[in-house]
């Protein structure tokens, strides 16, 4: 599904772009040729397991989640990404390989996504993007490696510190369940460590 307004759903993305690098009229042009506005209603698969990722996807609005589930039926979330943040499988994407992944939508939620192929045109006909999405995935790397460091060497406690230093603004609108999934942890411990922590603030 789209949204209504079109114009209305790329001014995020191109203000975000903007506080990277300033754009000029015909790089946004670009931008708004290429991007596509898209709504995924809540609990919409915008990628699922055994599919290839074939969209890079920017949040306006909304919230997604990366995940996978194991052979127990478990849920391992390894990313979440509201407004302003971008998501997709990386290496299914660029590879065009099926994915072991899933992504799908906590909220109604609508992001500008762009193909693999339009990805390729933008940094052709505007190498500066090739720059933007550089930092990008030099980001994201380092992110990711933050996060492997911290599940093997830091404690449940820590690790809830530094997703309400990364997630402030998700919060309230998580589950006890789905944070604790992210985390690694049972929602009862979660629980537990909520409590231990709001007894030693008041």
Same mark, same amino acid.
């Given at each position: 599904m789209k949204p209504d307004n079109l114009e209305t759903s790329l001014e995020?993305?191109? !203000?975000?772009?903007? @506080?990277?690098? *300033?754009? !000029? ?11 596509? *506005? $898209? ?14 990722? /074939? ?36 290496g299914s994407f660029h590879t065009e390989k099926p994915s072991a992944l ?6 109604? /939620? ?7 192929? !339009? ?7 505007? *190498?500066?993007?090739? @720059?933007?999405? $550089?930092?990008?995935?030099? !980001? ?14 830091? /404690?449940?406690?820590? @690790? ?12 309230? @609108?998580?589950s006890q369940t789905q944070i604790a999934s992210y985390l690694g942890i /049972? *929602?009862?411990?979660?629980? $537990?460590? $909520? ?8």
């Amino acid at each position: 599904m789209k949204p209504d307004n079109l114009e209305t759903s790329l001014e995020p993305l191109l !203000n975000y772009f903007s @506080r990277l690098i *300033p754009l !000029n009229k015909e790089e946004k042009e670009l931008v708004t040729a290429l991007f596509h *506005p $898209r709504l995924y209603r809540k609990r919409q698969y915008a990628l699922q397991e055994g599919d290839v990722c /074939t969209q890079m996807l920017f949040v306006v609005r909304g919230c997604l989640r990366m995940y996978k589930i194991d052979e127990g039926g478990n849920t391992h979330i390894l990313q979440f990404a509201a407004e302003n943040y971008w998501i997709n499988d990386l290496g299914s994407f660029h590879t065009e390989k099926p994915s072991a992944l899933n992504i799908d939508a906590l909220e109604d /939620t609508v992001v500008l996504q762009i193909s693999h192929s !339009n990805l390729i045109t933008l940094y052709t006909e505007a *190498p500066k993007f090739h @720059r933007i999405f $550089r930092v990008l995935v030099e !980001n994201s790397y380092v992110s990711l490696q933050k996060r492997l460091l911290q599940n093997i060497s830091s /404690t449940a406690e820590e @690790r809830y510190h530094s997703f309400l230093e990364l997630y402030p603004h998700l919060v309230n @609108r998580l589950s006890q369940t789905q944070i604790a999934s992210y985390l690694g942890i /049972t *929602p009862e411990f979660l629980s $537990r460590l $909520r409590n231990k922590l709001s007894k030693q603030k008041s």
